[in-house]
């Protein structure tokens, strides 16, 4: 059946630095990924979504590219902030009978240290 | 506008009691969404609605959980009887009918603990 996979469960890193978070899916439909952002004791609100391979998908300092060819939508920042420090979803949705089900990962708590 | 409800924001029950956790969709959404939270499990889908009318029931949740939705502003998620490992964060969320790449907005969640 279809799955998102998140391998971290935690990544802890010191402000300035710069992150990866992974996701990779399986899917026999077209797919169509999103990431999830949820700040303590807040709602989780989409970060970011894509459905187009290869194409770079950027929204508050973040992007990810959907890869196709190898099943990935990893996160991506060039320098992390304080702020950043939340759990981070990622999901996916498959172009079906079921396309209203999004599936979501496990999730990653991203921890930015002073 | 306002975005999803849910009330309550805590509960704390009795094992064996029945609670009713309660959410109002963004106005105009169709579908709307219950899932419980937890550390180990994630996200878990309990039940969804498309127009009010029942699409996923949640497999194996349909023992003790039953989500309702009387109406196109209003749901509601009922567990009985509550047993200890129910505690957990629920959350509902909505999003616009019929469209798999729709953005799903969640509500600020209740938190269960069943003692």
């Known amino acids: 059946g279809d799955s998102v996979t998140q391998t971290e469960g935690l990544v802890t890193l010191t402000k300035g630095l710069p992150v990866m978070l992974n996701c990779t899916y399986q899917?026999?439909?077209?797919?169509?990924l999103f990431w999830y952002v949820q700040h303590l004791n807040e709602a989780p609100k989409l970060l970011l979504k894509?459905?187009?391979?290869?194409k770079r998908t950027e929204h508050q300092g973040f992007y990810a590219t959907l890869h196709k060819s190898s099943s990935s939508f990893h996160l991506q920042k060039s320098s992390v902030q304080l702020s950043d420090s939340a759990l981070y979803f990622c999901a996916l949705s498959g172009l079906d009978t079921n396309a209203y089900k999004v599936i979501f990962g496990k999730g990653t708590h991203l921890h930015v240290l002073p | 506008d306002a975005g999803v409800t849910q009330t309550p924001r805590h509960e704390v029950a009795e094992k064996g009691q029945t609670i009713i956790l309660k959410c109002e969709p963004v106005?105009?959404?169709?579908?709307l969404f219950w899932y419980r939270q937890t550390k180990i499990q994630g996200l878990e889908l309990l039940s969804y609605f498309r127009s009010k009318s029942l699409m996923e029931d949640g497999g194996a949740f349909k023992d003790r959980f039953k989500a309702e939705m009387l109406n196109s502003s209003f749901s509601t998620l009922k567990i009985q009887p509550t047993e200890p490992k129910d505690s957990a964060v629920y959350l509902c969320?909505?999003?616009?009918?019929?469209?798999?790449?729709?953005?799903?907005?969640f509500g600020p969640g209740t938190r269960l603990t069943v003692l």
């Open positions: 969320a909505s999003s616009q009918q019929g469209q798999f790449y729709a953005e799903q907005f």
């Open positions: 106005s105009g959404h169709n579908d």
């Open positions: 894509s459905s187009t391979d290869n």
């Open positions: 899917t026999t439909y077209s797919p169509f």
